[in-house]
């Protein structure tokens, strides 16, 4: 099966600044890669994806980035928010069943 | 749109009695729909893959007497906790994909806590 790798697994950046995380995955035929954002107490919020025919995606401030060869992809936030305080969560398709990273708890510093 | 629902978002039962969450995409037909257990400070684990009309496929470890899924329609997808027990008490999430993609929306999720 799908193994997603997600690091770190906290991130504390300055008003401002830019956040990245990245995620590994193990299995080659994977080819839809979502990224979720998750507050406390509520279900994930799809944030941006990237299927494997793309090397890159962005929507405003935030963009994904995947290697197929490396079987990597990312997510960068530029000029954080207080409000993209929250835990972030990368995922991989497998058999038509999404395989998750262990989240990132990113805290933006006012 | 996609827009999925789940209710309710809270709820204490008492031990030894059953729990039914109810899990509804709202503006699109899902053909298919997952349920995940969430532990605090922790990943989605997934439970149970369900499509409309046929049994619901479980992941290993899973009981599936102890946590019946049912999805009579293309909109509407239910959790059933049967005979609930402290140890079931966590965040219950569920998801929703349309057609043949793995493109998943979430519910809300609910938080279940069994005295």
Redesign the interface.
């Known amino acids: 099966g799908e193994n997603v790798e997600q690091h770190p697994s906290t991130l504390s950046v300055q008003e401002g600044d830019s956040a990245v995380i990245k995620c590994t995955y193990s299995d080659s035929a994977s080819n839809y890669f979502p990224w979720y954002k998750q507050e406390l107490g509520k279900g994930p919020q799809l944030i941006i994806d990237i299927r494997s025919n793309v090397g890159e995606k962005k929507d405003q401030r935030i963009a994904v980035t995947l290697n197929k060869t490396a079987k990597h992809f990312s997510l960068h936030i530029t000029e954080t928010q207080p409000e993209d305080s929250a835990v972030y969560f990368c995922a991989a398709d497998n058999d038509y069943k999404l395989s998750f990273g262990a989240g990132t708890t990113v805290t933006v510093r006012a | 749109g996609a827009v ?1 629902s ?1 209710h309710p978002s809270r709820v204490i039962c008492k031990s030894g009695t059953s729990v039914k969450i109810e899990c509804r995409s709202l503006d699109f037909q899902a053909t ?1 729909m ?1 349920w995940y257990r969430q532990f605090p ?4 684990m ?1 439970m149970a ?1 369900s499509n409309e009309g046929s049994k619901a496929t479980y992941e290993q470890g899973v009981e599936k007497d102890k946590f019946l899924i049912n999805h009579a329609s293309l909109t509407l997808s239910t959790l059933t906790v049967t005979s609930a027990h402290p140890e079931d008490s966590s965040f219950y ?1 569920c ?1 929703a ?1 349309r057609g ?1 993609s ?8 609910t ?1 279940l806590t069994v005295v």
């Not at chain 2, 400070?41 to 989605?44: D, G």
């Open positions: 999925v789940q298919t997952f400070k922790k990943s989605l997934l893959t999430i998801s994909s043949s793995t493109e998943a929306f979430f519910g809300q999720g938080r």
